[in-house]
């Protein structure tokens, strides 16, 4: 479904279908904020993606607010040290421009994340990894298809100084501060790394083309190496790859989460709206018609307003039904056969053996 | 222009052999309405079962199901061809708590779990190729556009498909009290499927409608 469907039917509640009061920017402004209120509201949106391992990127930026300027992946260069205006690759360099003697290396090189892992330079900084685009929370973090746990950074100081640069089998993963968590480091960082090209076949938001950099390609199909299967994209099903349209995410070695995800925000009137199925997209509109008739312009509205807030809550109220079927056919649940029950005066239930009255 | 099409304009005031607004050129409020309500109806009462072939690929846990005609609403039981039975529903975290390398196990899969909207997954998952699973889903039908595609309704129920369209019509309107009047007669039947409006019994004014 398309935007401009939406924007149709809403200008027809609004009566303005000829954009007379509400302009195509306001809609769709609204639209977004409204999708966003109704996934907070629902929470029902899942998405797996995944993290090759170490990291690729198309271009480095030396600051953050560069990067919606650049397409594809991207990683910060370094860091800008205001205190001293410096942009440093690896903290290193700091101390060789003051006077001290570098710990290693020149001064002289970007390098990449996988470089770290097949250069004698000394590592002296973890390998950062990105979240997907659209990533809000993760549900399951997993590398190589074991389980990470998530462990914040102020608690990985306290456990290991060198948490950084500690090599090991990964077991934890590390959201990097200050970065509203859309990056993370696995702890502890890899000891050797594997690299494989997964080209176009790798979904999601590392979509390198065939041959590029020190990869190779492995043909979409293979499922040799793989342990997931996904449909990832929007194609309907063909005779090919097993009658359906598959791409891969690749887990052997690579980081795989499940997460729930930002919404995407629509900025065209011809954007899809993928986040939802189409039947729930009616339900958005309600609240955006809400919200139309709150904006003030000649048409405002609190009344009608209102009403159609109500209409929204209604559809909440479907959507809670739809998800508590849902779960209703769920037969294996993960809870304790005997709970322990504290009754409303707070009394700690004894064993049944316990004598009633206890004489010392 | 269908039965329920023509019900629906009655009560709006249209005459269905010669409407003014509504002519059949130009019923798609009508209808948007109409195929609103029927979604709303089945994603309630479960009344559309479809099953999904989906072909299990070797080691592959996870599965996105798009589906060609009907709308997905939710996978309520997978069963496996091969054995004749039928998987155990769990969730994501309750696989994840019972076998730490989910991912890796291989065997013929005993549960399913459903992930957001759309997704799927098996445990344990097949290490070869050659099954299938029959996936038993709850849908919601096509929505129609023209007078002569079906409608998969119920037919007791088309009374409340009415009461909605002429309820949303009345609120595009702006009339809040015929539209809340038609709407608590919709409430009754999707009542009877645990639905709840928070809609008012009347509405106070706070400004000019």
Known sequence: MKFSEVETRVRRYIKDPDAKVWSRDLLMDLFNQAQDQFNKDTRMLVKIGGAHTPGIYDSTTANKWEEEYIEGTVREFGEYFEGTIHLCSFKWEVAMLRGYEPIAGDNYRVTHAWESYISDITVDDWDVLRFPDDFDKPILVMYNKKRLERLSESKAIKLDTKYKTRKGEPVRYIPVQNDEERQFAMYPRLNTVTFTDYGRSFPGYYNLGPNEGMITVVDEGTTEEYGTFYRWDDVLPTMDDYGIVVNYIPTVSNVTVVYAPRIEPVFHEDSNIANWLDWQVKYIERLMVSLAFSCNNNRYNPTLSGAWQQRYQDGLNVIQRYKGKRLSSITTRLRSPSRTSVGSTGCIKFPDTYPSVYRG | ?209
């Open chain 2, 1 to 209: 222009m269908n039965s329920i099409e023509n019900r629906i304009l009655r009560a709006i005031g249209e005459d269905p052999s010669s409407p003014d607004v509504f002519t059949s050129s130009n019923l798609t409020p009508i209808r948007d309405s109409v195929n609103d309500a029927m979604e709303e109806l089945c994603t309630l009462s479960d009344s559309i079962v479809n099953v999904y072939k989906l072909p299990l690929i070797a080691d592959t846990n996870l599965y996105k199901m798009e589906w060609a005609g009907n709308q997905l609403c939710y996978v309520a039981s997978v069963l496996l061809p091969e054995t004749q039975k039928q998987l155990r529903a769990t969730t994501l975290s309750a696989v994840e708590k019972y076998d730490r390398r989910w991912m890796s196990t291989v065997g013929t899969p005993t549960m399913f779990f459903p992930l957001g909207v759309d997704l799927l997954g098996l445990y344990p998952m097949y290490s070869d190729e050659g099954y299938y699973a029959d996936i038993r889903c709850v849908v919601l039908p096509n929505r129609y556009e023209t007078s002569t595609e079906p409608i998969q309704i119920r037919g007791d129920w088309e009374d409340a498909v009415v009461n909605y369209a002429v309820a949303e019509y009345f609120l595009g309107v702006g009339d809040l009290e015929k539209s809340i009047r038609w709407f608590s007669e919709y409430s009754k039947y999707a009542g009877k499927f645990g639905f709840r409006t928070t809609m008012p019994d009347r509405w106070v004014t706070k400004g000019e409608i």
